[in-house]
């Protein structure tokens, strides 16, 4: 039901977005500095720049992320890490990374990747067992490192190219691919979780109070600390060209 | 079903045995950092073991020769408003107020201001370091932005024209007399220290000399960590770096950063994941490939012209002087900037020297040129002025890159017996 009502949410908040497109200003003047020459102007088209075709909504949901952040994520997590103890926050983190090997096995066997596929199989088992629920990662320490790997990683793989950026609410940075990705995520992961397990208050209040604070707080990037006036250009920039090199270090295994 | 369980139990019994042994045995432990109480006991010696000094401003400290600040409280984030009827665009709508911070002690304690680098805001890592040992030294801390910073132009700078050593000591100094009037209510305050890093440095002897004229927080110690001797002089050091590997300067960095970004993401073999909060990312790849010094000092170049970037259009947006961004244009969350960011990474601190700053000040006053606007902002202008005042001291490095060749020679001379050279 929870999730039904957070997509609803979701699209009424594109819709209302999608009506403050900015209309080019008419009459302005040209500063002193602009490009004169073709060649500059063509250099400046591509370079640091990134396919972005909805930039006045992505950057009204950027906006929005950070105002997001300010007044509600951050107290929060503020409040948690005042209240917890930092080995009981790191069993938290532990926990949801394990509950997520499920994803990382998945697409490992989905990239034909035995190796990896194997390292997180076992990974999830000794951190099930000997860790605790995951609470603890052993396995990093016996030196099997968390192999992350999510669904939109698995489709570059097979070739899909980004497509145009994306700046989903709440989430972030992503682009069309990376969006399908999260979505088959989840999926596979609430399709793997047993039912009699997923209709209970607890997992409730785990899966819709405890993980997204983890989430935030397990991420130290904060709105607008760079004072970049050009933020939302150069993590646009950062963002699309690490995913790139990391899908293409994923190509060459 | 009982049976079944014993049966697991007993073969799974050994298997748990064994893999304890193998974790506690592979189990390795985190390696010991130094704490600030021993640094202060009994100061390491100076062994910084990366000898290039472009890879060295790149790289910073190795993870295991830092310090362990863990147990001092952070800094306390603060808000003051300069100029309260002040016009924001709404662009800069996260620019609500000037931002610095603080960390007071408990008791009374003499408190030093420190000024950051170029581009920096008190958040970065240098000014906090210089911070956690400060204040683990007994001291009271306020950390102040660069005048070179979008959230200083914007909220602190009388013109928005920044970067005139002499004026940007003027809202330096107007911000420290506001935030002294505050935490004298918050603390007790027995005496007033400067400290600048880098740019931060000039602006700290600027502001000395201006405190020595009127006198109000009567600096009893003022220290330059890594300045530069002239302004401009180290400008175009810095501009001329991005030559190094890029010869068409900034057309051709796009292809420069991804083939960056696709070496640091192969460093960890491990996994496939590019991981930027992974501390040895850096020395890691710096020892694995091995980069040549130009494309070390191109890097370098590249982030400080994304700085001047910055700094040039934050100016223009506030000072309205149509030099990136047309005069009347409205500047909003959805103004695409793209165009802007273009021609901003084009336009290096000395474009904006010739074109904004000369031309300013000239208005002023007509009988200023171009190198009298160059002499001023060079340490050298001081001279008389440092060598009168014993309480001023340097601390740089022989290397240090933002200085030209003769430089160091000259801010010897001119500190005498008061500065410490590190190579």
Same mark, same amino acid.
């Not at chain 2, 010696?45 to 910073?60: D, F, L, Q, S, V």
């Given at each position: ?76 997590? %503020? #409040?948690?890490?005042?209240?917890? !103890? /930092?080995? *009981?926050? @790191?069993?938290?983190?532990? &926990?949801? +990374? =394990? ?7 998945? %697409? #490992?066997?989905?990239?034909?990747? !035995? /190796?990896? *596929?194997? @390292?997180?199989?076992?990974? &999830?088992? +000794? =951190? ?26 698995? +489709? ?98 | ?423």
């Amino acid at each position: 039901m929870q999730k039904n009502v957070f997509l609803v949410l979701n699209s009424f908040l594109f819709l209302a977005l999608a009506g403050c497109e900015p209309q080019p200003q008419e009459g302005l003047e040209t500063p002193r500095r602009h490009f004169t020459d073709a060649a500059e102007r063509d250099y400046a088209n591509k370079e640091f720049m990134v396919y972005d075709p909805a930039e006045g909504l992505n950057k009204h949901i950027y906006k929005f992320n950070a105002e997001l952040d300010t007044y509600f994520l951050l107290p929060v997590v %503020n #409040a948690y890490t005042y209240i917890t !103890p /930092e080995f *009981a926050r @790191t069993g938290v983190s532990n &926990f949801f +990374l =394990n509950v997520g090997e499920v994803n990382n096995f998945a %697409n #490992a066997v989905l990239q034909v990747n !035995p /190796e990896k *596929a194997t @390292t997180t199989l076992v990974r &999830f088992i +000794l =951190n099930t067992t000997i860790g605790g629920l995951g609470t603890f990662d052993v396995a990093t320490r016996m030196g099997l490192e968390r192999q992350p790997e999510d669904f939109g990683k698995t +489709l570059g793989y097979w070739g899909a190219g980004g497509g145009a950026y994306v700046v989903l609410p709440v989430l972030g940075p992503s682009n069309i691919r990376d969006t399908v990705g999260k979505v088959v995520d989840y999926a596979t992961l609430t399709f793997l979780v047993p039912s009699h397990i997923q209709d209970t208050t607890a997992y409730d209040v785990i899966a819709y109070g405890l993980q997204p604070i983890n989430l935030r707080y397990s991420n130290n990037f904060r709105y607008y600390s760079s004072g970049s006036p050009f933020e939302y250009e150069i993590v646009r920039y950062i963002v699309t060209q690490s995913r790139t090199a990391e899908i293409e270090k994923l190509k060459q295994h | 079903m009982q049976n079944n369980k014993s049966c697991l139990g007993r073969r799974t019994f050994p298997l748990l045995v064994l893999l304890t042994a193998t974790l506690i045995t592979s189990c390795t432990p985190e390696p010991k950092r130094i704490t600030p109480q021993q640094v202060l006991n009994s100061p390491p010696a100076y062994n910084y073991p990366i000898n290039n000094p472009y890879a060295a401003t790149i790289i910073g400290l190795p993870p295991e020769m830092r310090v362990d600040y863990s147990a001092i409280p952070a800094p306390k984030d603060e808000t003051l408003t300069l100029f309260k009827d002040r016009p924001i665009p709404e662009g800069f709508w996260y620019q609500d107020g000037f931002k610095y911070s603080q960390l007071l002690q408990p008791k009374a304690a003499p408190v030093v201001y420190v000024i950051a680098g170029t581009g920096a805001d008190s958040r970065s890592e240098t000014i906090r370091i210089i911070s956690n040992i400060l204040y683990a030294s007994g001291f009271s801390i306020v950390l102040l932005p660069s005048p070179t910073h979008p959230n200083f132009i914007i909220n602190a700078s009388q013109n928005y024209i920044v970067g005139r050593p002499a004026q940007d000591a003027q809202d330096l100094y107007r911000v420290m007399k506001i935030v002294d009037r505050k935490i004298a209510v918050q603390a007790t305050v027995t005496g007033h220290m400067l400290i600048g890093y880098s740019l931060g440095a000039l602006d700290a002897a600027y502001t000395a000399k201006l405190d020595d004229e009127q006198k109000s927080l009567n600096f009893s110690k003022v220290l330059l960590i890594n300045p530069p001797l002239s302004l401009y002089s180290s400008m175009k050091v810095l501009d001329t770096m991005l030559y190094r590997a890029l010869p068409d300067g900034v057309n051709d960095a796009d292809y420069f950063v991804k083939t960056a970004l696709s070496r640091l993401s192969r460093v960890d073999q491990s996994s496939d994941a590019l991981d930027f909060s992974n501390e040895r990312l850096l020395l890691d790849a710096y020892n694995q490939y091995n980069p040549s010094d130009s494309r070390l000092a191109t890097i370098i170049g590249l982030s400080f012209r994304l700085a001047a970037a910055d700094m040039i259009f934050t100016s223009d947006v506030m000072s309205h002087s149509g030099y990136i961004f047309p005069k009347n244009q409205r500047f909003t969350t959805s103004t695409s900037l793209n165009p802007y960011l273009a021609v901003a990474l084009r336009t290096s601190f000395r474009n904006y020297f010739d074109d904004i700053y000369t031309e300013k000040f000239r208005a002023e006053d007509r009988r200023l040129t171009k190198q009298a606007l160059i002499d001023e902002s060079s340490l050298q202008s001081m001279a008389g002025y440092i060598s009168h005042h014993p309480e001023m001291g340097l601390i740089t490095n022989r290397d240090d890159i933002i200085l030209a060749p003769g430089e160091l020679d000259k801010l010897v001379h001119l500190f005498g017996k008061k500065c410490d050279g590190f190579s």
